[in-house]
Nanobody
C-alpha cells in the first residue's frame, strides 16, 4: 500500500484545515487507518484512528472534540478535519495503515510522506 498525504498548510490559530490521504496498490478497505504527527524535536505521536467496517474512531485526548477522522473506501482515502487549531498542533502529519486498532507507531505497516501543518498565533 502506498499512501499520499496532502492538505497541509499555514493557518491562524482558531482556523481549520482538512488533510487527505490517498491509498493505492493494496487492499485499503481491509486496513485500519490513522493519523500521526511529529513536531520538531519530538517523537511521532498518535492523533486519530479509524477501523474497518463498521468504521469506529478513536482520538488522542489533545485533539478530541476538535479533529474528526473519516474514510471513504470507494475512494481509497482517509481524511482528517481539523478545527479550532492551536499553535501546538503545528507538526508534520502522517497517515498510516495497519492491521489492528492501536495507537502504537511501530504497529503500522505503511506510512505516507507527511504534510506540514503550521498554526500561527
Amino acid at each position: 500500500v502506498q499512501l499520499q498525504a496532502s492538505g497541509g498548510g499555514l493557518v491562524q490559530a482558531g482556523g481549520s484545515l482538512r488533510l487527505s490521504c490517498a491509498a493505492s496498490g493494496g487492499t485499503f478497505s481491509r486496513k485500519n487507518m490513522a493519523w500521526f504527527r511529529q513536531a520538531p524535536g519530538k517523537e511521532r505521536e498518535f492523533v486519530a484512528g479509524i477501523t474497518l467496517n463498521p468504521a469506529s474512531t478513536w482520538y488522542a485526548d489533545s485533539v478530541k472534540g476538535r479533529f474528526t477522522i473519516s474514510r471513504d473506501n470507494a475512494k481509497n482515502s482517509v481524511y482528517l478535519a481539523m478545527n479550532s487549531l492551536k499553535p501546538e498542533d503545528t507538526a508534520v502529519y502522517f497517515c498510516a495503515a495497519g492491521p489492528i486498532r492501536t495507537t502504537t507507531t511501530g504497529l503500522y505497516d505503511y506510512w505516507g510522506q507527511g504534510t506540514q501543518v503550521t498554526v500561527s498565533s
